[in-house]
């Protein structure tokens, strides 16, 4: 059930994440929990943006949600390759996608006093099992999933500035 692999993820199973790295018919799932974060996170902001925000959120999850995979597996099969690394983009998009699972509890972020803290909550959780992600679908070492991780991260700031400072500008979407 996908609600047991969530809460499998948020808690850092490694053993869940190494399913999900293997069943090939998990990607649609991993898709799935990426769009209950982004709906989650857009709730507990009360829906700031109305339809339209929500809607752009969930697709510029889905957009960051792929970016970052293939980010993650060119970095980590270049610049941070380990003698077992051995992975593929469909396995990354997996265990990346069960890692967005503690980004579900932004659904909180409704409470007005509690939005910030648990939107920092979500945030450094969901890091904390992007690493977990990463080292277990890389077969990494700690340090070099969260060098993967930094550098990553930093690479997807850039490239989502690029691609979503124009449609931020554009007055269609206004």
Not at 78 to 92: D, R, S
Not at 111 to 124: K, Q, R, S, W
Request: contains cysteine; positive net charge.
């Amino acid at each position: 059930m996908l609600i047991q692999k969530m809460i499998r993820a948020a808690k850092l199973d490694i053993h869940l994440y190494e399913e999900v790295e293997a069943d090939t018919k998990a990607t649609s799932e991993a898709m799935l929990v990426v769009i209950l974060s982004s709906l989650s996170a857009g709730i507990g902001l009360g829906i700031r943006g109305g339809l339209r925000g929500l809607l752009l959120g969930i697709v510029a999850s889905l957009i960051g949600w792929f970016i970052w995979a293939l980010i993650t597996y060119v970095i980590g099969t270049t610049l941070f390759k380990g003698p077992q690394t051995k992975t593929n983009i469909a396995e990354l998009l997996r265990t990346l996608g069960f890692s967005a699972s503690p980004g579900v509890i932004r659904i909180l972020g409704f409470i007005p006093a509690m939005t910030h803290l648990v939107f920092l909550i979500a945030g450094i959780w969901s890091l904390v099992a992007m690493v977990v992600a990463v080292r277990q679908a890389l077969d990494f070492t700690t340090a070099r999933a969260i060098g993967t991780c930094i550098v990553g991260w930093i690479i997807q700031i850039i490239i989502l500035g690029f691609i979503l400072g124009p449609v931020g500008r554009c007055p269609l979407l206004r």
